[in-house]
């Protein structure tokens, strides 16, 4: 199966900051990868797909990069809300993966 | 608008078997695959499953096979997850979502198992 690694686990970070996650995948998923945002007992809520796609209600200031193996997510300057765990997804074959997360706390 | 609801909390004993359900209002199952993706407390994202009901073709992660079926009732718009031999370890939210990047989410539901 594909593994996907994200980095840093953790991140703190200034509201007006700008915010990177990276996430690696241990072989080729092309652009068949997401990003998710989840908020304590709340679903996921997706922010990106195929690598740097934002459905059309998800603010501008998130953007996603990458092909391949290598991924980032940043939020350009970051939001109250913004705060939480962060997942990224390969649905590139079965099975399908997660990353196991990084969370973004408030400096 | 999409919405996928799933079947309520339930409760466990060790050896038992689950079933939940995630009915589509919105939308039809069978034009999109639906996946299976379950949350320890405090833990990650952990894909479980998923099913392609046009193609009635299921894929299991490794670790669940064997004791996992996910189906689908194209009649009812509903996709089903069952897990058997439960242990204390599959104590968690088991989340549904559509699509092969999950626009849309159930609102989870909570398995406990306990003694």
């Known amino acids: 199966e594909i593994v996907l690694t994200q980095s840093p686990v953790t991140l703190s970070v200034s509201p007006g900051e700008r915010a990177t996650l990276s996430c690696g995948a241990s072989?080729?998923?092309?652009?068949?990868l997401a990003w998710y945002q989840q908020k304590p007992g709340q679903a996921p809520r997706l922010l990106i797909y195929?690598?740097?796609t934002r459905p059309t209600d998800i603010p501008a200031r998130f953007s996603a990069s990458g092909s391949g193996t290598e991924f980032t997510l940043t939020i350009s300057s970051l939001q109250s809300d913004d705060f939480g765990l962060y997942y990224c997804?390969?649905?590139?074959?079965?099975?399908?993966?997660f990353g196991q997360g990084t969370k973004v706390e408030m400096k | 608008q999409v919405q996928l609801v799933q079947s309520g909390a339930e409760l466990r004993t060790p050896g038992s078997s689950v079933k939940v359900s995630c009915q589509v209002s919105?939308?039809?199952?069978?034009?999109?695959?639906f996946s299976w993706v379950r949350q320890a407390p405090g833990q990650g994202l952990e894909w479980m499953g998923g099913?392609?009901?046009?193609?009635?073709?299921?894929h299991y992660a490794e670790k669940f096979r064997g004791r996992l079926t996910i189906t689908a009732d194209k009649s009812t718009h509903t996709t089903y997850m069952e897990l058997t031999d439960l242990t204390s370890e599959d104590t968690a939210f088991y989340f549904c979502?559509?699509?092969?990047?999950?626009?849309?989410w159930g609102q989870g539901s909570l398995v406990t198992v306990s003694s």
């Open positions: 099913l392609t009901p046009i193609f009635g073709v299921s």
């Open positions: 072989q080729s998923v092309s652009t068949n």
């Open positions: 919105g939308g039809v199952v069978g034009t999109f695959s």
């Open positions: 997804h390969q649905y590139k074959e079965w099975p399908q993966t």
């Open positions: 195929g690598a740097s």
């Open positions: 979502a559509r699509g092969n990047w999950f626009e849309f």
